[in-house]
């Protein structure tokens, strides 16, 4: 292609912006980055943010190339055929390709009384005003967390160690991803913070008021503040423009990341379910995606045919509080195996989880084209054949 071009890049997360730094390796590309936000949010940290040990942001001078223009700023529509995006403030940009990184957020719960009386933590400002209504909140009032997943785990280990009464609603498992011995270890963990755990059958929330929880069982919680941490949810800006998109609203892609409806726009992080096999949420997954993301924009310019994606990722780690710490392996599939290390080292091991992804982006940044994944998943090839194989005629 001759001449330069340009992309925007929408969502300035740890795929977003890994995307946007990677690109800059290019004289001839010129990337702007839109973001809702002035400021980088360290997901991995909004349950440190509830309890008040960290503010989860990151100033972007610190994690985004210079060569890549912030603009600040919601996309409000895709114009495919005019190749431009439409912010909601009315403003226009044009790109020659895009890379759709919006992330994602807390889902619609869908039991009566939830939005109105529950409280999200998946974003900054969700995250930042429960701290302000924890802050109103007496010490010992009961505190209910609804969700067994990671941020359901680490929000109710963080309220329990300054010493609120907190109760865990699992569902049908807590940590569903663990390994059962992994999942042993924060049970232990939660029960030294004084966490009451609730899982089963009966665990799960009927409905929501300003005082309660009352669960499927019949059992009703007293619960001065609830926390919604249960449920997945991505923008609905694809489907708004006319893109195809999974179930959950993911940009439907093959495996190069490249949207199945046009070339020209490739997919990454969250928002992404490349041939349907999206990746688990994480940041372990949005960093070489973000990466891959870039190569293939830059393989298309540079008129070569793009890599499939064949990274994986092989642990997650989970912190009980600022102390201790559960850190599960996995396979390179992302199946969690019996291994994992638990206690302070676990909380080590958390904390430089943590610490990583930003490293990794401020080395792209300064470095582009870089960043390099060592873990590469060997099964997801015969997995996305055989999901072929298995698709209706026609599909």
């Known amino acids: 292609m001759a001449g330069n071009t340009e992309v925007v890049v929408i969502g300035g997360g740890y795929a977003g912006v890994m995307a946007a730094n990677r690109l800059t390796r290019r ?10 936000r002035p400021a980088f949010v360290q997901r991995v940290r909004l349950h440190q943010l509830v309890g008040g040990s960290d503010d989860a942001v990151v100033d972007y001078r610190d994690v985004l190339a210079e060569g890549v223009r912030l603009v600040v700023g919601t996309v409000a529509h895709i114009e ?18 895009l890379v759709y990184a919006v992330g994602s ?5 869908g039991v009566p009384g939830a939005a109105e009386f529950a409280y999200p933590a998946a974003s900054l400002e969700q995250a930042q005003r429960l701290r302000s209504v924890l802050e109103d909140t007496p010490l010992k ?6 969700g067994g997943g990671p941020l359901g785990i680490e929000t109710a ?25 992994g999942r042993r270890s924060v049970a232990k963990g939660l029960s030294a913070l004084n966490v009451t755990v609730l899982d089963g059958p009966g665990a799960t929330v009927a409905a929501v008021t300003a005082e309660a929880v009352r669960l499927a069982e ?3 919680l007293p619960s001065a503040v609830t926390v919604w941490t249960a449920g997945f949810g991505v923008p609905d800006l694809a489907r708004r423009s ?9 940009l439907l892609t093959d495996e190069t990341l490249t949207s199945v409806d046009d070339e020209r726009i490739v997919a990454t992080g969250d928002a992404a379910a490349p041939s349907g096999l999206p990746l688990r949420m994480s940041c372990q997954a949005a960093l070489p995606l973000g990466t891959h993301a870039a190569d293939t924009v830059l393989s298309r310019i540079a008129g070569e045919r793009p890599a499939d994606f064949d990274r994986g990722i092989g642990a997650m780690c989970v912190s009980l509080g600022r102390r201790i710490g559960v850190f599960q392996f996995a396979r390179f599939d992302d199946t969690a195996i019996g291994l994992h290390v638990s206690g ?38 015969r997995r996305v054949e055989a999901q072929r194989a298995e698709a209706p005629a026609g599909r």
């Open 27 to 36: 004289d001839d590309v010129t990337v702007t980055l839109v973001n809702s």
């Open 80 to 97: 495919t055929a005019e190749r431009s995006v439409t912010l909601e403030s009315g403003d226009a940009l044009g790109y020659d390709y």
């Open 105 to 109: 957020g807390s889902a619609d719960p």
């Open 141 to 146: 009032a009961p505190v209910t967390v609804v």
């Open 157 to 181: 280990a963080e309220l329990a160690e300054l010493g609120r009464t907190v109760t865990l609603v699992c569902g049908e498992r807590l940590g569903p991803y663990l390994h059962p011995r």
């Open 218 to 220: 019949g059992r009703e």
């Open 242 to 250: 006319g893109l195809s998109t999974d179930a959950a609203g993911r």
């Open 344 to 381: 302070r080292l676990g909380a080590k091991l958390k904390e430089s989880a943590c610490q990583s992804p930003v490293k990794q982006l401020a080395h792209e940044a300064r470095k582009p084209g870089s960043h390099r994944w060592p873990v590469k998943d060997s099964t997801r090839r």
